[in-house]
């Protein structure tokens, strides 16, 4: 609960100072700033949320089969075929994937407005 409250505290306040320096900053280069910032987080957000989802968790297991049949030493040391078995590596609990996909898509969208009033 404490965490929760914490988040959503932490949120109002950046929109408040998003908010604020819209009304006291009239540079297009600093908005322009923002809006790539905004960019670079949710393009790692997006990535994080790939990884969470475990997309490439079969890849890697077969590679890892791949090399671990295809040395010579493991042939000769086993006596007999193991069969293998898919085994899904659990995905990591990835707190800042959700905070990074909507904190980016909020600067992109607040800062292209801004921009956009601000040009006209």
Same mark, same amino acid.
Request: proline residues 1%.
């Given at each position: 609960?404490?965490?929760?409250r914490?988040?959503?505290t ?11 320096l ?7 280069v /600093? ?20 990884l969470k989802?475990?997309i /490439? ?6 590679f890892?089969? /791949?090399l671990?049949?295809s ?9 007999k ?18 905070f ?8 992109i ?7 956009f009033f601000?040009?006209t």
């Amino acid at each position: 609960m404490y965490k929760k409250r914490r988040n959503l505290t932490i949120t109002i306040l950046l929109l408040l100072i998003l908010v604020v320096l819209s009304l006291t900053i009239q540079s297009i280069v /600093f908005w322009n700033n923002v809006f790539l910032v905004g960019l670079f987080c949710f393009i790692c957000g997006g990535i994080l949320l790939i990884l969470k989802k475990g997309i /490439f968790n079969n890849m890697f297991y077969s590679f890892r089969v /791949f090399l671990k049949n295809s040395s010579k030493l493991q042939m000769y040391v086993s006596e007999k075929d193991e069969v293998t078995t898919t085994k899904h590596l659990p995905s990591n609990n990835f707190i800042v994937t959700y905070f990074l996909l909507i904190g980016g898509v909020i600067l992109i969208g607040y800062s292209t407005s801004i921009s956009f009033f601000i040009s006209t």
